[in-house]
C-alpha cells in the first residue's frame, strides 16, 4: 500500500543545531508540503513543492529549507534550531487532478520537535 | 487578511446530531475541505466543497455557502470514535491552502 512516512517521530534538540526532517511519500505523487502545528493555531504551510527541483516558501518559512531532488522525498531542514520553533510537524503530499494541486491531502504520522 | 472562524470547542452526546460551523473571509474562493484529526494523529481527510449545497458521505455531510462565506459540516448518529478535532481549509484565489484552528469535538456517553 501506499503511504508516507516521517522520521525521526520524536527529536529533541538543542537551540542553534541544524536539524533535518525526513518525509517519504510513495504514492508518486508530485505535490508535497511541511506544516507545522502548534496549540491555538490551525496548520501554516512552511514550504511546498509542485515537482522536482521545486520549492516555494509558505506563510512561516523563516528559518527552514527544503529541496526536492526526487519526487518521493522533501526533507525540511532547520539551519539554526530555535526554541521559537519547537512544534509538530507534518509532511503531507497531493496529486493535481482538474489544475489544481490542492487535492485530498495525505498527511504523514507527524514529527514532535523538542529544542531545548 | 484571510481568516477562517471555528468554534474552539463542542461537546455532544453518543447517538446525538451535532454541527461544526466555519465561516471564512479570503481572496477569492476555490474551494474548501474539512478534515478529522484524532489526538496525536495526523489530520485525514472528509469532504470537498466547491459548489454551494450539501454533500453527503455516509453519517457526515458537508454544506457550502459561498456568498455567506459559511461552511458547516453535520456529523449525525455520534459514535465515541468521532471525538477528534475538525480542520476547515479554503483553497484562496491564488491556489493557497488556508487553515482553521480546528473545533474540538468531545462525545460524551
Known amino acids: 500500500d501506499a503511504e508516507i512516512t516521517q522520521s525521526p517521530r520524536h527529536k529533541i534538540t538543542e537551540t542553534g543545531r541544524q536539524v533535518t526532517l525526513a518525509c517519504h511519500q510513495t504514492?508518486?505523487?508530485?505535490?508535497m508540503f511541511w506544516y507545522r502545528q502548534d496549540l491555538g493555531h490551525g496548520l501554516r504551510l512552511i514550504h511546498y513543492s509542485y515537482g522536482v527541483q521545486d520549492t516555494n516558501k509558505g506563510e512561516v518559512s523563516d528559518g527552514y529549507s527544503v529541496s526536492r531532488s526526487n519526487t518521493e522525498d522533501l526533507p525540511l531542514t532547520l539551519e539554526s534550531a530555535a526554541s521559537s520553533q519547537t512544534s509538530v510537524y507534518f509532511c503531507?503530499?497531493?496529486?493535481?487532478?482538474?489544475?489544481?494541486?490542492?487535492?485530498?491531502?495525505?498527511f504523514g504520522p507527524g514529527t514532535r520537535l523538542t529544542v531545548l | 487578511g484571510q481568516n477562517i472562524d471555528q468554534p474552539t470547542e463542542m461537546t455532544a452526546t453518543e447517538g446525538a446530531i451535532v454541527q461544526i460551523n466555519c465561516t471564512y473571509q479570503?481572496?477569492?474562493?476555490?474551494?474548501l475541505f474539512w478534515y478529522q484529526q484524532h489526538a496525536g494523529e495526523a489530520p485525514t481527510f472528509l469532504s470537498y466543497n466547491v459548489l454551494d449545497g450539501l454533500e453527503e458521505k455516509g453519517r457526515f455531510s458537508s454544506f457550502l455557502s459561498r456568498s455567506k462565506g459559511y461552511s458547516y459540516l453535520l456529523l449525525k448518529e455520534l459514535q465515541m470514535k468521532d471525538s477528534a478535532s475538525y480542520l476547515c481549509?479554503?483553497?484562496?484565489?491564488?491556489?493557497?491552502?488556508?487553515w482553521g484552528a480546528g473545533t474540538k469535538l468531545i462525545i460524551k456517553p
Open positions: 503531507a503530499s497531493s496529486e493535481s487532478r482538474d489544475g489544481t494541486p490542492y487535492n485530498e491531502q495525505f
Open positions: 504514492w508518486n505523487h508530485n505535490n
Open positions: 481549509a479554503v483553497i484562496d484565489s491564488n491556489y493557497q491552502l488556508i
Open positions: 479570503t481572496s477569492g474562493f476555490n474551494g
